[in-house]
């Protein structure tokens, strides 16, 4: 009867080994990532996922023994021995490398190396996602950032983008010019302290009455006394919910438009204080219309 119950209790002992066989393999080899289990003593693989050997274009059986070398980039072979290295002295590694695939296509993966035990032995589990698709929208966000920013520094005007406190949040090259300062000493700063030299808006500052109106509005600024002078136009951005975030800030130097018309006005003011006083006037004639 002992021997009986010893032999069924061991019949069950192995039926939920081969069940929990059963259900690890089915996890493993429905990730969405490519599981490595390397033998931390030998270096060599053990078993793959199979979304590892889809990945590279190996099967199961080539892999299986090999130390990974044939997917591996030779340029990287000393920093992923220092990563194997790190996760065998109990570390938790995350790092980003080079796989090649069977055809020698490659593509970047971001992997997680940790160590762990069983049976005894000793085990290197890697898990590596292929980041490819992260890879190439983050080269297209920096592509449209820098032909943004081209686009943004070939404008003749003076353009900042203000955060709702009068704060720099960005600064074209022309208005780093205008002001003479570097970008790191401009951008934080609020735009009155710099243009205008004060620790408050001016009284004419559209910004205020932008606030209130909630869309573009524009006004002509004397800057300091003696010039320069500015057209200023500020325009709102709001967030889904309605609320004020940012402000795109555009001045464009006027200052030769105003001495022009100073000078006119003045040239006018004498020409009719010389007909006062030599009691003469002036007219004008058109020979079309003969008026």
């Given at each position: 009867?002992?021997?009986?119950?010893?032999?069924a209790?061991r019949?069950?002992?192995e039926e939920?080994l081969?069940?929990g066989?059963?259900r690890?393999?089915t996890?493993?080899?429905?990730a969405?990532?490519?599981?490595?289990i390397f033998?931390s003593?030998?270096?060599?693989?053990?078993?793959?996922?199979r979304?590892a050997c889809?990945?590279l274009g190996?099967?199961r059986?080539?892999?299986?023994?090999?130390t990974?070398?044939?997917?591996?980039?030779?340029?990287e072979q000393?920093?992923?021995?220092?990563?194997a290295h790190?996760?065998?002295?109990g570390?938790?590694?995350f790092?980003t490398h080079w796989h090649?695939?069977?055809?020698?296509?490659?593509?970047?993966v971001?992997a997680?190396?940790?160590?762990y035990?069983?049976?005894?032995r000793?085990?290197l589990?890697?898990v590596?996602r292929d980041i490819?698709?992260?890879?190439r929208?983050?080269e297209?966000?920096?592509?449209?950032?820098a032909q943004?920013?081209?686009t943004?520094?070939?404008?003749?005007?003076l353009v900042?983008?203000?955060?709702?406190d009068?704060?720099?949040?960005r600064?074209?090259?022309?208005?780093a010019?205008f002001?003479?300062?570097?970008?790191?000493?401009i951008v934080?700063?609020?735009?009155?302290?710099?243009?205008?030299g004060?620790?408050t808006?001016?009284?004419?500052?559209?910004f205020?009455?932008m606030?209130q109106s909630?869309?573009h509005?524009?006004v002509?600024?004397l800057?300091?006394?003696g010039?320069?002078w500015?057209?200023?136009?500020?325009a709102p951005?709001?967030?889904?919910?309605?609320q004020?975030?940012q402000v795109v800030?555009?001045?464009?130097?006027?200052?030769?438009?105003k001495?022009?018309?100073?000078a006119?006005?003045r040239?006018?003011?004498?020409?009719?204080?010389?007909?006062?006083?030599?009691?003469?006037?002036?007219w004008?004639?058109?020979?079309?219309t003969?008026q």
């Amino acid at each position: 009867i002992v021997t009986l119950r010893s032999k069924a209790a061991r019949q069950l002992a192995e039926e939920a080994l081969r069940e929990g066989e059963t259900r690890f393999r089915t996890f493993v080899d429905h990730a969405a990532d490519a599981l490595f289990i390397f033998d931390s003593e030998q270096g060599t693989i053990v078993d793959v996922s199979r979304q590892a050997c889809e990945s590279l274009g190996y099967t199961r059986q080539e892999l299986i023994g090999t130390t990974g070398v044939a997917f591996h980039l030779d340029s990287e072979q000393a920093e992923l021995e220092s990563v194997a290295h790190r996760a065998a002295a109990g570390e938790s590694v995350f790092d980003t490398h080079w796989h090649r695939r069977k055809d020698g296509t490659l593509f970047p993966v971001e992997a997680h190396s940790s160590q762990y035990s069983f049976g005894g032995r000793r085990f290197l589990l890697k898990v590596a996602r292929d980041i490819t698709d992260r890879k190439r929208a983050e080269e297209e966000a920096r592509n449209a950032a820098a032909q943004w920013q081209a686009t943004f520094d070939a404008v003749q005007d003076l353009v900042l983008l203000l955060d709702k406190d009068f704060r720099i949040l960005r600064a074209n090259r022309a208005a780093a010019e205008f002001l003479g300062l570097p970008f790191d000493q401009i951008v934080g700063r609020q735009c009155h302290q710099l243009f205008h030299g004060t620790s408050t808006p001016p009284e004419e500052c559209p910004f205020a009455k932008m606030c209130q109106s909630r869309r573009h509005e524009e006004v002509e600024v004397l800057v300091r006394k003696g010039g320069p002078w500015l057209s200023v136009s500020v325009a709102p951005l709001f967030d889904p919910s309605g609320q004020l975030t940012q402000v795109v800030h555009v001045a464009r130097d006027i200052t030769e438009r105003k001495r022009a018309e100073d000078a006119m006005r003045r040239s006018e003011a004498c020409l009719a204080e010389g007909q006062r006083l030599s009691r003469t006037g002036s007219w004008a004639w058109s020979p079309a219309t003969l008026q």
